[in-house]
């Protein structure tokens, strides 16, 4: 079965930084583009970030940019996310997704999402 | 970025009835390919969004044969053909034609 497994989420200070982690399994992960969407109560659904299969292209949401850096190691079947310079306003829960979301690619797979709290 | 709308944001249904959701673009979703890029999303309460709909009209892999997409452009429509009591959650439509890709509100939809 195809899965997807975040971790790394929690609380952090505000200019903090936190480290996430998604783990795959039951597909052929090194085949996918891979993505972070991020859901918060008052703005829904928000794409994060990507990164293409093999050539590890990464694409970023303007408010992330600079900020954050997306990476995989296709060995280790992981996909992660580094964030340094939290806001309050990156407080959500973080899911992990195959595919870049553009060029008519959908969201096939979501995990289970990690919570990330920013807050003094 | 692409705006997209949708409407109503929620919309309660009756086990057994049909239900309709709208999902509006800021700009045509209509690719040189023939294709929509535009898919439908379910958070069924206490889950992760799932895939439901893709390319505007194509029912991912389960999907039961009572949810069906239609529209082209900027104007699209998810379908219910008779609700169930398991179709409860908020429906997200998504456009797939420009970075970053970009979600609708959400439409809610519930048991009367």
């Known amino acids: 079965e195809e899965y997807l497994l975040e971790s790394g989420g929690g609380l952090a200070q505000p200019g903090g930084s936190l480290r996430l982690s998604c783990a795959a399994s039951?597909?052929?992960?090194?085949?996918?583009?891979m993505s972070w969407v991020r859901q918060t109560p008052g703005k829904g659904l928000e794409w994060v970030s990507g990164?293409?299969?093999?050539?590890?292209?990464?694409y970023y949401a303007g408010s992330v940019k600079g900020r954050f850096t997306i990476s995989r190691d296709n060995s280790k079947k992981m996909l992660h996310l580094q964030m340094s310079g939290l806001r309050a306003e990156d407080t959500a829960v973080y899911y992990c997704?195959?595919?870049?979301?553009?060029?008519?690619?959908?969201?096939?797979?979501w995990g289970q999402g990690t919570r990330v709290i920013v807050s003094s | 970025d692409i705006v997209m709308t949708q409407s109503p944001l929620s919309l309660p249904v009756t086990p057994g009835e049909p239900a309709s959701i709208s999902c509006r673009s800021s700009?045509?979703?209509?690719?040189?390919?023939?294709?929509?890029?535009l898919h439908w999303y379910l958070q069924k309460p206490g889950q992760s969004p799932q895939l439901l709909i893709f390319?505007?009209?194509d029912r991912a892999s389960g999907v039961p044969d009572r949810f069906s997409g239609s529209g082209s452009g900027t104007d699209f429509t998810l379908k219910i053909s008779r609700v169930e009591a398991e179709d409860v959650g908020i429906y997200y439509c998504?456009?797939?034609?420009?970075?970053?890709?970009?979600f609708g509100p959400g439409t809610k939809v519930e048991i009367k």
């Open positions: 997704v195959t595919g870049l979301g553009t060029e008519g690619d959908a969201f096939d797979i």
């Open positions: 039951g597909f052929s992960f090194s085949e996918y583009a």
């Open positions: 990164i293409s299969d093999v050539e590890t292209r990464t």
């Open positions: 700009q045509s979703l209509l690719h040189s390919s023939g294709y929509n890029y």
């Open positions: 390319l505007g009209s």
């Open positions: 998504k456009q797939a034609l420009q970075t970053p890709p970009t």
